[in-house]
């Protein structure tokens, strides 16, 4: 009786306590009593001590039964047999590793078999804990090595080992060698066992253990019994007690403090601590390991809790003290304050929350208890010896500090052996044992916030009213201790049972500074983030919706419609290995751009006025985007091929008439123009023409044989330039004095007899390429007079 008990997951771990045994043992703690002169030495409790110190654990959740011998007495097999060396000697119980071909042997033996195996029919599936394999230990214990152990619940289909490694069913485990004897952990259920070698050589064993017990039956986990395993310590460890608490404060780390023993001191007020096992049976085989921690006595009191036993003691996850001990914890190197990198927002209100609050880890509430009756009226425990005390552990800061809480209205009388209960920081206490209730058993149960009214930080700095742990902000003033400035349109909302201070900063749409100020959110802007806002107010090219974001107009793009696009882009060219675009996107701004377009960014050289992008502002401005098109391509988007673009438009200047032809370049031209006496004829060279001239040329449709004074008019539609020279045909007039350079498809007309003035007769038409040297043509003059003579 007056163990501790605390649950880690699925066990419970009991600590302690008291027992039988002898009243003049050694329990640790009295040199006299243990009869040890040497004060120096340090004193081990006697076994018969009735103050237990031991740890005893078992799982709450399953049922785990004792661990039996399955193995032995049970079928066993072997790929062979040599000599005396049967199968069923390795489940005989006898663990003899001498081999000896006489019937008093107890070690199997194969042949020299390729992969020679041993294996056992537990008689049905059984939960395998543990298998242990005793070699034999003669001079041929080399012989097992580069061995397998093989587990399964149906019968193993193949004697070879690559067959079985294959297979998912069988459980595998490898062993490279072994010296006497070899244990493995199992944990799983199976019928058959087999040992089988990689190679080739004889098998020999001497015994083979295979531990565990049958399945267990949903039932019994919840009505058979349960299976304690007691655990050792190791190095230091607090000597038994009785009436002593433990609490988790993590969920590994118990805290262990005061208790009785009936040697001095008597009562106990010490504070362990260690960490408990939680990995299930394999786990409890290491010792545990306890440390002594003195907890730091809490300024300005640096008093400490007077040594008790029967108390209460009760984790909770709220840290009611712990914010202006965060210093200390920092200092101590045991946690991380939530402001390092200085931020200007607490990470979370006060109370600190264990999982939100990054300097809170918990707090342990310890109560009442007795201790020795003083005479001294100013010890707690006067007269009676029992305590109505309290004291916060705070395990962040590992801090102990008490609570004072008001007398002068009703509060619960000192007691011991109640029990205790917390939810966050409310403390729950009930019954117990004192001598100031009827009959000295107490029925009574309280509550009481451990918090207090006073446990505010800084006393809310004058701007705020102090409830139970938190503050509660005057309007216009915000933060845990109320010491920052509100932010204009903010409200506030307290939960009293949760210590939650949640406030709508902003409109809800930013955060709010310690000086008042609000940070907004993307798309809003003004005093209180009221105002809808669009990065550079969409630059004048778009429309601002909800959430800040810019609707632009068409020929516009950016986050704020800053930037112009030229239609089409300049339309993308591709021959399938390379592309491009088929002109230059030219941007003009009025005024201009203060930087490089796109961005626009102002430098100390930028003119006044000029067109600077910024987030907040863009200036009226008036933008053009225009293609500038490559050779070969036209239109307002490049989209177009200039040749396509030729032939559209001589052919809505000739009516249809496709007829076309070209003059070489360098070459001369006559040009029909107005002079005082109506047309005349001057000759001109090529580059000087333009679309819309008309210049004199024969007809290329027809044959020879035109009508007296037929010369027609080429309208000139276009004018461009070949890749490569074009093919013509030079001809020289008049000995030279003139000169024409036609191509070989052009129309000339020859000239017909002649009189001796020189008048001649116009004669057949005929392309250039027929023209002979000798041959005379009809060409107009190209100068002026007269109307240009023929």
């Keep these: 009786w007056g163990h501790a008990a605390v649950l880690v997951g699925d066990h419970m771990f009991i600590i302690g306590g008291h027992t039988s045994g002898s009243v003049t043992a050694c329990c640790g703690y009295d040199y006299n009593v243990c009869g ?8 081990t409790p006697a076994a018969d001590c009735p103050y237990l110190y031991d740890t005893w654990v078992t799982n709450t959740y399953e049922y785990i039964p004792f661990e039996t011998l399955l193995s032995q007495g ?12 049967v199968a069923r000697l390795a489940v005989d119980g006898n663990k003899d590793g001498n081999y000896r071909d006489t019937w008093d042997n107890s070690v199997t033996l194969t042949n020299s078999d390729s992969q020679a195996w041993w294996q056992i029919d537990l008689g049905g599936p059984q939960f395998v804990a543990n298998v242990s394999i005793y070699n034999r230990v003669d001079r041929f214990s080399e012989r097992l090595q580069n061995f397998y152990v093989l587990f399964s619940i149906e019968p193993f289909v193949s004697d070879q080992l690559a067959d079985l490694l294959k297979d998912p069913l069988v459980y595998k485990t490898h062993f490279m060698y072994i010296d006497e004897v070899a244990s493995m952990f199992i944990n799983r259920i199976a019928r058959y066992v087999r040992v089988q070698l990689a190679g080739t050589n004889y098998l020999s064993l001497a015994e083979v253990e295979v531990w565990g017990y049958p399945p267990v039956d949903d039932w019994q986990h919840l009505e058979g019994m349960k299976r304690w395993t007691q655990m050792g310590v190791a190095g230091d460890y607090p000597f038994g007690r009785v009436g002593h608490s433990a609490t988790m404060i993590s969920d590994k780390t118990v805290l262990l403090y005061g208790g009785f023993v009936k040697e001095d001191p008597y009562f106990l007020n010490d504070f362990w601590t260690a960490v408990l096992p939680s990995g299930g049976l394999p786990s409890f ?3 545990l390991q306890w440390q002594f921690i003195e907890p730091q006595l809490r300024q300005p009191m640096r008093t400490s809790p007077v040594s008790r036993y029967a108390h209460s003691a009760s984790y909770s996850t709220v840290c009611s003290q712990g914010f202006d001990v965060e210093a200390l914890a920092v200092a101590r190197d045991t946690i991380s304050p939530d402001n390092a990198q200085g931020s200007e927002i607490p990470a979370f209100v006060y109370p600190g929350v264990f999982g939100l609050t990054k300097w809170c880890r918990g707090q342990v509430i310890f109560y009442g208890g007795s201790s020795s009756a003083e005479r001294d009226p100013n010890h707690p425990a006067y007269p009676s010896g029992y305590l109505d005390d309290m004291w916060i552990y705070n395990v962040s800061a590992e801090t102990i500090s008490e609570v004072i809480y008001a007398k002068s209205s009703p509060f619960p009388v000192a007691r011991r052996e109640h029990s205790a209960a917390i939810d966050r920081d409310f403390l729950y206490v009930f019954g117990g044992a004192s001598d100031q209730c009827e009959g000295s058993v107490c029925g009574d149960l309280w509550v009481y916030n451990v918090s207090g009214p006073d446990s505010c930080p800084g006393q809310c700095s004058g701007h705020g009213v102090c409830e139970w742990g938190f503050c509660v902000c005057q309007p216009g003033f915000a ?3 109320c010491g920052g400035l509100g932010c204009p349109q903010s409200t506030c909302t307290y939960s009293y049972p949760n210590h939650f201070y949640d406030c709508t900063d902003c409109n809800g749409r930013g955060i709010c500074t310690q000086n008042g100020t609000c940070i907004c959110e993307v798309g809003w802007k003004g005093e209180a983030c009221e105002v809808i806002f669009c990065p550079g107010n969409c630059s004048g090219h778009g429309s601002c919706r909800l959430g800040g974001q810019c609707v632009c107009d068409l020929g516009f793009t950016g986050a704020d419609c800053f930037e112009a696009e030229c239609p089409n882009n300049c339309t993308l060219w591709t021959n399938g290995y390379d592309s491009g675009y088929r002109g230059d996107c030219v941007i003009t701004r009025v005024p201009a751009c203060c930087g490089e377009e796109p961005n626009c960014t102002r430098t100390p050289a930028s003119r006044t006025p000029c067109t600077d992008r910024t987030i907040d502002y863009v200036p009226p401005h008036t933008i053009s985007a225009v ?18 673009q030729i032939i559209a438009e001589q052919n809505a200047a000739t009516a249809g008439d496709t007829g076309q032809g070209c003059f070489a370049s360098g070459s001369s031209v006559l040009r029909r123009g107005r002079g005082p006496d ?7 060279p090529l580059w000087s023409i333009r679309p819309g001239d008309s210049i004199a040329g024969l007809p290329t449709t027809g044959a020879r044989g035109l009508g007296e004074g037929q010369v027609s008019l080429a309208r000139v539609v276009f004018t461009h330039e070949h890749e490569e020279a074009a093919q013509t045909i030079r001809v020289e007039l008049g000995g030279g004095e003139a000169e024409v350079e036609l191509t070989a498809a052009h129309a000339v007309q020859l000239a017909g007899t002649c009189d001796g003035r020189g008048v001649c007769e116009r004669g057949p038409v005929v392309t250039a390429a027929e023209v002979r040297e000798g041959d005379e043509l009809l060409v107009l003059a190209s100068w002026g007079g007269g109307g240009g003579g023929v």
């Design 74 to 85: 049970k079928h066993a097999t072997q790929s062979s047999t040599l000599g005396t060396g």
């Design 627 to 644: 293609c500038q098109c490559a050779d070969s391509y036209t239109g307002v988007d490049c989209g177009s091929e200039e040749a396509d």
């Design 36 to 43: 040890v002169t040497n004060l120096l030495q340090r004193l």
């Design 479 to 481: 933060g845990v201790d």
């Design 678 to 684: 109506g047309d005349m004829w001057e000759q001109v």
């Design 285 to 287: 085989e290491n010792p």
